[in-house]
């Protein structure tokens, strides 16, 4: 297991992950620890490697630079259920700069009745960003939650949006 940290414009981002896939991915931190902290428990375990995450690296940089970026990471969902494994996959599917309701990734897997099983699994989505929680909205048009915050959530949004 290795992990990386690295400064955007937006902040610092922690990885981590090994050859068969990554395991998390941060939202922007204030700082270094705070960064390494997010990555949880498993970082302890894992060895510092910035050459295994060099291409996500780059495109996270240009992510939070406002860039057009597609994320074709290969994920571990060794740690997740069945259904956040279904909810997660469902929500990489809604493109960059656009936003779907939790109806929607329900409908997708299969489970029109789950909207809020589905905010409960996204909730628990630890491949931020990668795994697109934040372009997930309420049936209303609201916001709807997210484990980063609702202005974070924001900047997210804005940020796709200006780079399609």
Known sequence: MSYTVFKTKKGWIGVLGTKAGLQAVTLPQTTRQQAVDALGKRVKQAEISTELFKGLERRLQDYYSGKKTTFVETLDFSDATTF???????????????????????????KPKAARAVGQALGKNPFLVIVPCHRVIAGDGTLGGFGGGLEMKRVLLELEKAGK
């Open 84 to 110: 956040q494994k279904h909810v997660w996959e469902a929500a990489r599917l809604i493109p960059c700069g656009e936003t779907r309701s939790y109806g929607w990734i329900a409908k997708q897997i299969g």
